[in-house]
């Protein structure tokens, strides 16, 4: 997925903002009078690669439908600290009423992406792909999906229902590696690939032989990694192999040189920090 699906953000965005301000604005309409007029401006106060832009503009929309952002940079352009990242005017009390839900979602996806810039940049050279996990906040996932490809990474499986992971509880329940990936190719569609999760020679013998497709090499060390990758090659020369749990901004290099296709990262997504961003309003 590369673009935001709009009747889903507006449909979160009013989520949002009903949490946010339940019966109304008190401090806002209780302080001003509706009519007047407000312009305000986002300001980067960090070096940061933004992304987030049409999340804000639709919580604004969202309060009234006139309003719109102009934007002087894109989602995924870099920007040093004090550049204004865009500006709108409109009714104070809108403008008061959004700006942070706003400001929350454009510092965390900022954070992401940011984040996800610096793990491409890592790997930059070799032949790996950064990929995100399923380990998003809950109602927020299609926008740091979003937020690793604004960075410059790739989505790996959206949900549930979007492709076949055989990990260790499914194996154990399954009674083994080959159960496991036998019943997948049996159940799902042509279409489906199956990927399954191994720790250890034997079963990364029996994923190939039980014919996965994709094989994630979990919480291995980058050592560990290059001689399963030796390993998968001579059995299967075109498996798709990917490395996963605990990679580092420091590790993931290695992992990237030890040969795999993908380096699935959860850390873009849980751990990434939130850009620091101002909204300044004054009187239009």
Not at 73 to 102: M, N, P, Q, W, Y
Not at 192 to 215: Q, T, W, Y
Not at 217 to 233: F, G, I, K, Y
Not at 238 to 255: C, D, F, I, K, Q
Request: net charge negative.
């Amino acid at each position: 997925m590369n673009w935001l699906d709009e009747g889903a953000l507006f449909s979160q965005i009013g989520s949002f903002l009903q949490e946010d301000m339940g019966r109304g604005d008190i401090t806002t309409q209780s302080t001003l009078m509706r009519s007047q007029s407000a312009k305000g401006r986002f300001i980067a106060k960090e070096t940061m690669v933004v992304c987030g832009l049409e999340a804000a503009e639709a919580v604004f929309s969202t309060l009234d439908s006139q309003q719109q952002i102009e934007a002087f940079v894109s989602d995924g352009d870099e920007v040093e600290a004090g550049k204004v990242i865009a500006r709108t005017s409109g009714f104070a009390d809108v403008l008061l009423a959004g700006e942070r839900l706003a400001l929350n979602l454009m510092q965390r996806l900022s954070g992401i992406a940011t984040l996800t810039r610096e793990f491409v940049r890592a790997v930059e050279g070799t032949d790996a792909q950064i990929v995100d996990t399923r380990k998003t906040t809950p109602g927020l996932r299609m926008l740091e999906k979003y937020a690793v490809l604004t960075g410059g990474a790739r989505n790996h499986r959206f949900g549930l229902d979007d492709g076949v992971l055989i990990k260790d509880n499914h194996i154990a329940l399954a009674g083994g590696v080959a159960t496991a990936v036998g019943r997948a190719r049996k159940a799902v569609g042509h279409l489906h690939k199956v990927e399954v999760e191994v720790s250890k020679e034997s079963d990364l013998r029996e994923a190939i032989e039980a014919g996965a497709d994709i094989i994630m090499l979990d919480n291995r060390t980058p050592e560990e990694t290059h001689q399963l990758v030796e390993l998968a090659r001579g059995l299967a020369p075109h498996v798709l192999l990917e490395s996963s749990g605990g990679v580092t901004l420091e590790t993931v290099r290695a992992y990237a040189e030890a040969g795999v296709d993908l380096i699935s990262v959860g850390a873009l997504t849980h751990s990434a920090r939130a850009m620091d961003i101002s909204f300044k309003i004054q009187s239009a």
